[in-house]
């Protein structure tokens, strides 16, 4: 079982978005080439996503708590653009909030998860006894956690992952190299479309 470490999550610089592209669905066929790796959500999206506000997004990208890894703001008018990753994490750090977990020992599990690789993450689970946060890869450090006698909650990584996956799918993203506006699959989108179908 290891504890995060310490630290802050770092930024990385994106390309900004080009201009008179068209918007493409995220769910076309011919859009092989487009992964999680390509796509970047701007703010509003990201809060949708992670059920966090905008004045929380906004402070932990401030006070580098959670940068955004696509694209930072650069000053008025510039747009933070955040990687599915970094949502994911959005969504983790509001969970140890709602917890109770002090700030700090947020900050050092923010580090541990930007120091994972992508697959990892989605295998992890997180336990924590509102004091330390530590990843535990195997049933047995669950149980040594809970053994201890302390009030224990645990996050499943894999499973915010899929929450965030489903939530994104029906929200707009942008592709990281071009800046092209990618529609998600709303179904209730999808229902008006047949309906109007019908009908005309």
């Known amino acids: 079982m290891r504890s995060s470490g310490d630290g ?3 930024g990385a610089h994106g390309r900004g978005p080009a201009e008179g ?3 493409y669905s995220l769910h076309d066929s011919a859009q092989a080439d487009v992964t999680p790796e390509t796509v970047g959500y701007r703010g509003p999206t ?5 059920g966090i506000t905008y004045r929380q ?3 932990w990208a401030r006070t580098g708590l959670v940068e955004p890894s696509v694209r ?4 008025s ?3 933070r653009l955040y990687s599915f990753r970094d949502v994911v994490v959005l969504k983790i750090v509001k969970r140890f909030l709602d917890t109770g977990v002090a700030l700090q020992n947020i900050r050092a599990a923010v580090q541990h998860l930007r120091a994972r690789g992508f697959a990892d993450l989605e295998r992890m689970t997180l336990m924590s006894d509102g004091a330390t946060v530590y990843e535990c890869s195997s049933p047995d450090e669950v149980v040594d ?3 201890g006698g302390q009030g224990v909650f645990g996050i499943a990584v894999g499973v915010v992952w899929r929450d965030v996956e489903a939530a994104l799918a029906q929200l707009h993203g942008e ?6 506006t990618l529609i998600g699959h709303d179904p209730g989108d999808e229902l008006a479309r047949r309906r109007r179908e019908r009908a005309g």
């Open 57 to 59: 997004l906004d402070y």
């Open 77 to 79: 008018g510039t747009q």
């Open 145 to 147: 956690l809970l053994q």
């Open 8 to 10: 802050t999550a770092a």
């Open 21 to 23: 592209l068209q918007p």
């Open 175 to 180: 592709r990281v190299d071009t800046g092209e």
């Open 46 to 50: 990201a809060c949708a996503a992670a």
């Open 72 to 75: 930072p703001a650069y000053g």
